[in-house]
């Protein structure tokens, strides 16, 4: 989790559930919107207008490529393909790199015309290759949509309008905020699309 420090910065701290202590991550100062690795060995967060990667148990974090500023990146996501999905900005396409280094490309586009201003907060569904997204004007805080991705291809499936991320829970559910509530709703893994109506799980 992030937290802010005696000094008004953030950082990284971890703490197991079966303890009572929580212990600053080195070298995480300014960290903002850290994500897991699939083993969960590994945490990637932004910071200093980079996005970085530090090993849970110790070294000091790697930069994997240049950000935005701070406060404007957008979340990013770890596939079991040891690909990084993130939003650099606040407005913008999802880029991709990979988890040990090295070049960034574009995982996603925004089609002119289309109203979308910002893509952003990646979730990688089980086979590590699609991903979830969450589009919207980029003006501010508004009701968006939900889309779906593909490593090797620009192009995504719009799925449904939410009011938040997405991300994936077993055995075959995208949980997702709709209006003031936060719903459970069927994924047909195979056609690619959500079924029936979402299921309520609380305000």
């Known amino acids: 989790f992030v937290a802010r420090g005696e000094d008004g910065r953030t950082a990284l701290w971890i703490r197991a559930l079966a303890s009572r202590e929580a212990k600053m991550l080195p070298g995480t100062t300014d960290a903002r919107h850290p994500f897991w690795s699939p083993d969960g060995r590994k945490i990637g967060f932004f910071a200093q207008n980079r996005l970085k990667a530090t090993e849970l148990f110790g070294g000091q974090p790697r930069v994997l490529a240049e950000t935005g500023s701070g406060v404007d990146s957008r979340g990013g996501a770890w596939s079991a393909e040891d690909v990084i999905l993130f939003a650099p900005s606040f407005v913008g396409p999802l880029l991709a790199v990979p988890a040990r280094g090295g070049a960034v490309e574009a995982a996603t586009r925004i089609a002119e015309g289309s109203g979308i201003g910002t ?81 309520p799980l609380g305000i």
């Open 119 to 199: 893509q952003r907060f990646p979730c990688f569904l089980p086979d590590g290759k699609r991903f979830l997204f969450y589009a919207s004007g980029g003006t501010g805080i508004e009701p968006g949509t939900l889309w779906l991705g593909e490593l090797g291809s620009l192009d995504s499936k719009l799925l449904g309008p939410v009011t938040s991320m997405g991300i994936w829970a077993a055995p075959g559910y995208l949980l997702y905020v709709s209006g003031d509530s936060l719903v459970a709703h069927r994924f047909d893994d195979r056609r690619n699309e959500l079924v029936g109506d979402p299921a």
